[in-house]
């Protein structure tokens, strides 16, 4: 077995064998034989032919599952912390006159703290310029992703209608639960309670994030776009 079997069967040591497989190894495995054979008669050394004909391809995955998507990952991470630092900024913002009760006070504190560790993050991947680092390659699965957001989104829906469901119960049923009536005595008792229900839906940023990261993978997907 030569050089260029054993490379190509590494290539494919974590997929079964079936008639896809097969038929891209023995495309693949034909391809770099023709370009070894092409630099080789050009004078290079058969070791320095195969060393350059397989320099570019270190990974299958991306050709035998649509679903998988090879990204530029520090890029698109880059890019996907610049909106989740974006996200925390508008939600501590909009939290600033919630701190009027106790959760509020903790919930913008936690939001500015969580600003702070974003922000940290994104200096650090905008401001690295090697290129080894910035041109960082991962294949995702799209696919699993999708379903991911999907599910986030379905379990942030489930969250919020059973947070309110449940509060409406305890708060306007109370007087049949407790025989205790829910008074709201002028615009500050009524602005504590209003809080209290819209304080879960600052939780938003999370699946708008997985939303988000959807819609980078095919911005960053390698060969959709030019290099810096």
Request: net charge positive; glycine share 6%; proline share 2%.
């Amino acid at each position: 077995m030569n050089e260029l079997q054993m490379y190509v069967d590494r290539l494919f040591r974590r997929h079964k064998n079936n008639k896809q497989t097969n038929d891209l190894k023995a495309e693949i495995l034909s391809n770099l034989e023709a370009k070894v054979a092409d630099l080789t008669s050009g004078g290079m050394e058969y070791k320095q032919a195969v060393k350059v004909a397989t320099e570019n391809i270190d990974s299958v995955d991306f050709l035998l599952d649509h679903g998988n998507k090879k990204i530029y990952f520090t890029r698109y991470l880059t890019e996907l912390l610049q909106i989740a630092l974006l996200y925390c900024l508008i939600a501590w913002i909009v939290t600033i006159p919630l701190r009027i009760i106790g959760e509020g006070i903790v919930l913008n504190g936690v939001l500015f703290i969580i600003f702070i560790i974003v922000g940290a993050l994104f200096l650090i991947f905008r401001f690295i310029k090697a290129n080894r680092f910035v041109n960082m390659t991962f294949t995702c699965d799209q696919d699993a992703i999708k379903r991911n957001r999907n599910l986030i989104w379905f379990i942030w829906i489930l969250f919020i209608t059973v947070w309110t469901l449940g509060n409406v119960a305890i708060d306007f049923g109370s007087n049949i639960w407790y025989s205790h009536q829910i008074k709201i005595g002028g615009p500050y008792q009524f602005a504590v309670l209003a809080i209290r229900y819209a304080l879960p839906f600052v939780s938003v940023i999370i699946p708008m994030l997985f939303q988000a990261s959807v819609k980078l993978i095919a911005k960053y997907e390698v060969g959709s776009q030019d290099e810096d």
